[in-house]
């Protein structure tokens, strides 16, 4: 996997950069979701187990697209292992849980990393904007991408579920839906599941 072609920096909200050895030490999950400032999604080993299920062995490589602070994504790195995951983050970054190995920044909230064209699987968790997944799959749909998984707020997923919906998209998507609370978290997030059923030319 090439992901140094531009060398990915962690900053603080300081514009501090900081380095590998520097990087917080990973919080120890309970069986019970919990809240934690770096993530907005509940976690609790339960529900991390859930999501090392869906990551995909590699060589294929996992894009979470919005990564934040980092910490579920560094979390997932610790629980699977050889996992090919990297988090995008927009400039400065936020990023405080993952190496610079498996961190990558974008230079604005409308731009998109070209990386998502190799990753097989994409992560979004609580994304701010319908938009961004929308413009990641018309720029890079239909490449390598077979499973998409979104985890956020039930009440938001109607909003985000028409982007798999769309009737001139060349992708046809099988979704499976779980509220969180059946795999470890919250009931009021939701994580969605869309694998490719097919791509066929429009
Ligand atoms: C609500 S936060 C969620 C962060 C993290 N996933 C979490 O659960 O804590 C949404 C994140 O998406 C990031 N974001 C917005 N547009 C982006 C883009 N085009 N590429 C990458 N990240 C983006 C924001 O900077 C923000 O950190």
Not at 34 to 50: I, K, N, Q, R
Not at 93 to 103: E, K, Y
Not at 143 to 156: E, N, S, T, Y
């Amino acid at each position: 996997m090439e992901t140094d072609a531009v060398p990915a920096k962690n900053y603080q909200e300081d514009g501090v950069c900081i380095e590998h050895t520097e990087l917080p030490s990973l919080p120890v999950l309970s069986k019970v979701p919990h809240t934690y400032p770096g993530c907005c999604l509940s976690l609790s080993a339960p529900l991390l187990s859930y999501l090392g299920t869906l990551m995909p062995a590699p060589p294929n490589i996992v894009l979470s697209v919005g990564s934040g602070y980092g910490l579920l994504e560094a979390l997932l790195l610790s629980h699977v292992s050889s996992l090919s995951l990297v988090g995008v983050e927009v400039q400065p970054s936020s990023n405080r849980h993952l190496p610079a190995s498996h961190h990558q920044s974008v230079p604005g909230s409308r731009s998109l990393h070209p990386l998502a064209a190799e990753a097989t699987t994409w992560l979004f968790v609580y994304p701010k904007r319908v938009g961004l997944l929308e413009e990641y799959l018309c720029e890079f749909g239909g490449l390598g991408v077979v499973r998409i998984i979104w985890a956020g707020p039930q009440a938001d997923w109607d909003d985000y579920k028409t982007c798999f919906e769309r009737p001139d998209s060349a992708m046809r998507w099988n979704i499976s839906v779980k509220s969180a609370d059946t795999v470890g978290g919250r009931p009021w997030d939701l994580i969605a599941i869309a694998n490719i059923e097919k791509t066929h030319a429009v």
